[in-house]
């Protein structure tokens, strides 16, 4: 049973390892070329599965399956029977086929037809020319003395190779896939009489330099290795390991800013860490890549490393110009662009790569910009922009002043932020932290996203653009029209001492509207009732802040008379809904009871 990839990108498709057994009938198999074929879709692109018997095996007219057995032959012989013929031919001019013919057991890593093909010219040529020494040299790296199963090939294994033993290097990732010298076995375990065949999807060379001295030697990686050095990594990247470093070209340092390339060259710390980010703890060929998988770097975050048909992409971007070149200790993937994480950056340029440019653009007219770009300890509250959707009528300087004060004077993270924490702004104003089941706000802005930390700072990304906290209770209604019933009704009911007094409440405040609602008769027979109108409002009151960011399906409150109350989201821009209540405003902070506002 053969994996394949359909289409015109077909014969560009590599071939992967994997040889299973097909349970239905007898000795049928199929190799995946098309790598773990029973997620359908490899690299972007969909597999066709079909159906082959297993090696050493044949139909039998009239029985299902492969029942037929057939003797074993030498290595020689198996090359050609397994599409390594060009192999078995090169095996002959270097007159290699004596020695794999006769007693002994070898593992041969054998390229496939197309792997030969596959080389440039000049290189093939200078093999052939020189059969009696470079060729069988090559040979004899793809030999290892001694039969190794697939099973037995682990990863990160060293073997030693039949060429003046130089290891080869073998990985075996969780995906089923192996590799030798990141050349993937696409035809594992074809046994021999005396040995074993892995067909291989390249061909092998020798590897003696170690990871730093790939970067050393090649002029278009000059000014990685100058950061490199400068950083202190050098020693690392000479030690075993098995690292893959993404190596970005001197063409993809110059796409930076200079004055953002010089900071962190300049910065001991940030340089350090944009290196390490560059670098996975484990090896990663190319060809173990079958979609986009988050992988750990030394920097600590994770690096979605996947593919796109034939290209290898990092954070799903296609910018991987040259892959493979294999060291003693690791691989190297040539990229196009600088890697820049969240650590080395400054507050601004957090700002600059989220979804929040309104907010980046007038925090920086709002002259916030040596705050932003400088090394103070701050936490920047960065709405998005649908937050600003409401505001398109209030002066630039109305938003300016406001994100003044979305500057804390501390490097915080949300998950240290708890219920009732008082954070001081730059501004010098006071925002009060709330912390509910669905929800962490500040103020009436809820965390929208999850917390980026730079160099110096960290950065919330908010839903909402900060209300700040102005007056008592009483002072926002009677500041409202449409509240001037209910002002009325809390004079007379004598609550308006409650709604000034020290304290943390939620009034879920009937409009003139609400009001009107009720028959007329009604309603004035209410309004002239003192004792009626305070068990009324306090029905509407509830002790505690909440605002329109807590509150989430069936969410329950108990007021301060009456059943408890129960809260749900209308679809009207999702705010929150109770009897035709709409959230008004909230008190200022600190002494005086509060109302939430959508």
Not at 351 to 364: E, H, I, K, Q
Not at 392 to 416: P, V
Request: with cysteine; proline share 5%; hydrophobic share 35%.
């Amino acid at each position: 049973m053969t994996s394949r990839c359909p289409g015109p990108e077909e014969t560009k498709q590599p071939h992967t390892l994997m040889l299973l057994l097909y349970t239905s009938h007898p000795n049928v198999c199929y190799f995946t070329n098309c790598k773990q074929w029973y997620n359908r879709k490899v690299c972007g692109q969909p597999t066709v599965i079909t159906y082959e018997c297993c090696p050493g095996y044949e139909k039998v007219v009239g029985e299902k399956g492969c029942p037929a057995a057939l003797p074993l032959v030498n290595i020689y012989h198996t090359l050609g029977a397994v599409g390594a013929s060009t192999t078995q031919l090169y095996t002959d001019r270097a007159e290699l086929r004596p020695e794999i013919e006769g007693p002994g057991s070898f593992t041969f890593f054998a390229p496939s037809n197309e792997a030969w093909a596959a080389l440039p010219t000049e290189i093939l040529d200078a093999l052939v020319s020189n059969v009696n020494i470079e060729l069988l040299n090559a040979l004899h790296y793809h030999m290892v003395n001694k039969r190794l199963t697939s099973e037995e090939l682990k990863h990160g294994a060293t073997f030693t190779s039949m060429y003046q033993d130089f290891n080869v290097h073998v990985h075996h990732y969780p995906t089923g896939i192996v590799t030798v010298n990141c050349a993937r076995l696409i035809k594992p375990d074809q046994h021999a009489t005396n040995g074993i065949v892995h067909v291989v999807d390249r061909v092998i060379t020798a590897i003696s330099n170690d990871v730093h001295t790939i970067i050393d030697v090649d002029d278009d990686l000059e000014t990685l290795r100058t950061a490199i050095a400068a950083a202190g990594l050098t020693a690392m990247l000479e030690t075993d390991g098995h690292y893959t470093v993404f190596a970005p070209t001197n063409e993809a340092f110059e796409k930076i800013p200079q004055e953002t390339l010089n900071r962190i060259l300049g910065d001991p710390v940030a340089l350090r860490d944009m290196l390490n980010y560059h670098i996975l703890r484990n090896m990663q060929c190319a060809e173990s890549i079958v979609t986009g998988t988050p992988l750990e770097t030394l920097q600590g975050t994770v690096l979605e490393v996947g593919c796109d048909r034939n290209a290898m992409t990092l954070n799903g971007k296609a910018i991987v110009t040259k892959t493979d070149q294999l060291g003693t200790n690791g691989v190297v993937h040539y990229i196009n662009e600088l890697l820049i994480p969240d650590s080395a950056k400054t507050l601004l340029e957090l700002a600059d790569g989220s979804n929040v440019p309104t907010a980046t653009r007038l925090f920086v007219e709002a002259g916030l910009h040596s705050h932003l770009t400088g090394s103070e300890a701050l936490t920047l509250i960065a709405p998005q922009d649908d937050a600003f959707k409401d505001t398109a009528r209030q002066k630039n300087s109305t938003k300016i002043t406001l994100l003044s004060h979305l500057i804390l004077k501390e490097r915080l993270s949300s998950k240290s932020l708890y219920h009732g924490q008082e954070l001081e702004t730059l501004g010098g104003l006071k925002l009060r932290v709330f912390v509910y089941r669905n929800n962490l706000c500040i103020e009436n802005m809820c965390i929208a996203a999850h917390d980026r930390v730079g160099r110096f700072g960290s950065m919330f990304t908010v839903n909402k653009l900060l209300s700040p906290p102005t007056g008592t209770v009483m002072d926002l209604l009677k500041n409202q029209d449409r509240f001037s019933v209910l002002v009325g009704a809390l004079q007379t009911a004598g609550l308006t001492e409650l709604l000034n007094q020290q304290g943390a409440l939620t009034f879920f405040a009937p409009t003139n509207d609400a009001f009107n609602s009720i028959p007329t008769a009604e309603r004035n027979r209410l309004l002239r009732n003192s004792a009626e109108l305070s068990r009324l409002l306090k029905f509407h009151l509830s002790e505690g802040l909440l605002v329109s960011g807590g509150v989430s399906s069936h969410t329950r409150v108990t007021p301060l008379q009456g059943e408890r109350l129960e809260l749900g989201m209308v679809s009207d821009r999702a705010k929150p809904g109770l009897n035709r209540a709409k959230p008004a405003n909230r008190a200022k902070p600190g002494a005086k009871p509060g109302l939430n506002r959508g």
